[in-house]
T-cell receptor, first 112, second 115 residues
Framework: GENVEQHPSTLSVQEGDSAVIKCTYS??????FPWYKQELGKRPQLIID?????GEKKDQRIAVTLNKTAKHFSLHITETQPEDSAVYFC???????????FGTGTSLTVIP | NAGVMQNPRHLVRRRGQEARLRCSPM?????VYWYRQLPEEGLKFMVY????????ESGMPKERFSAEFPKEGPSILRIQQVVRGDSAAYFC?????????????FGPGTRLTVT
């Protein structure tokens, strides 16, 4: 089965700096890679996703890059704000209707 | 358009009791997934269901756990004879059969505490 690894497990940045979270996956058949943000005690919320036919996707301060050859994808948050503080999870999936394999999460703290 | 609904939000059970967790998918969604999240850990897949069918239960423990998604009503995750190790947050997610097929939207979770 698929194995998703996520680094770092914790990340602290100064407000206004950038944050980068990296994930690797093992199954070359995976073709969908979502990122979720989970605030304490809340539900995971989809913030951005990328499909294997695209190398990069951007939505305001958030971007995701995908390297299919190396089997890794990354989340980039620019101009971080205190409200970006949360746990971020990456995931990989093979096809629609299939389970998501989640990384172990990155706890991001943005220091005002 | 209501999102994914789960109830109860918090559930306390004594060891040996049964726990029933309910999930109503988003309107128009017919795929339901259950995930378990242990404290300070990631989400682990348990089971994937469509109406009246279990599609993939590879993440379900072999004993005490069962899930259903009947033709009418919510999906139910049932845990029999709960043990302390079952204490966790249980999230369900739903996805559509049309449009954005890949996206899964999560409910608020049920936090199960076994005393």
């Amino acid at each position: 089965g698929e194995n998703v690894e996520q680094h770092p497990s914790t990340l602290s940045v100064q407000e206004g700096d950038s944050a980068v979270i990296k994930c690797t996956y093992s199954d070359s058949a995976s073709n969908y890679f979502p990122w979720y943000k989970q605030e304490l005690g809340k539900r995971p919320q989809l913030i951005i996703d990328i499909r294997s036919n695209v190398g990069e996707k951007k939505d305001q301060r958030i971007a995701v890059t995908l390297n299919k050859t190396a089997k890794h994808f990354s989340l980039h948050i620019t101009e971080t704000q205190p409200e970006d503080s949360a746990v971020y999870f990456c995931a990989a999936s093979e096809y629609t209707g299939n389970q998501f394999y989640f990384g172990t999460g990155t706890s991001l703290t943005v220091i005002p | 358009n209501a999102g994914v609904m789960q109830n109860p939000r918090h559930l306390v059970r004594r060891r040996g009791q049964e726990a029933r967790l309910r999930c109503s998918p988003m309107k128009g969604h017919s795929h339901v997934y259950w995930y378990r999240q242990l404290p300070e850990e990631g989400l682990k897949f348990m089971v994937y269901l469509q109406k009246e069918n279990i599609i993939d239960e590879s993440g379900m423990p072999k004993e005490r756990f069962s899930a259903e998604f009947p033709k009418e009503g919510p999906s139910i995750l049932r845990i029999q004879q709960v043990v302390r190790g079952d204490s966790a947050a249980y999230f369900c997610a739903s996805s559509s059969t049309t449009g954005a097929l890949y996206e899964q939207y999560f409910g608020p979770g049920t936090r199960l505490t076994v005393t």
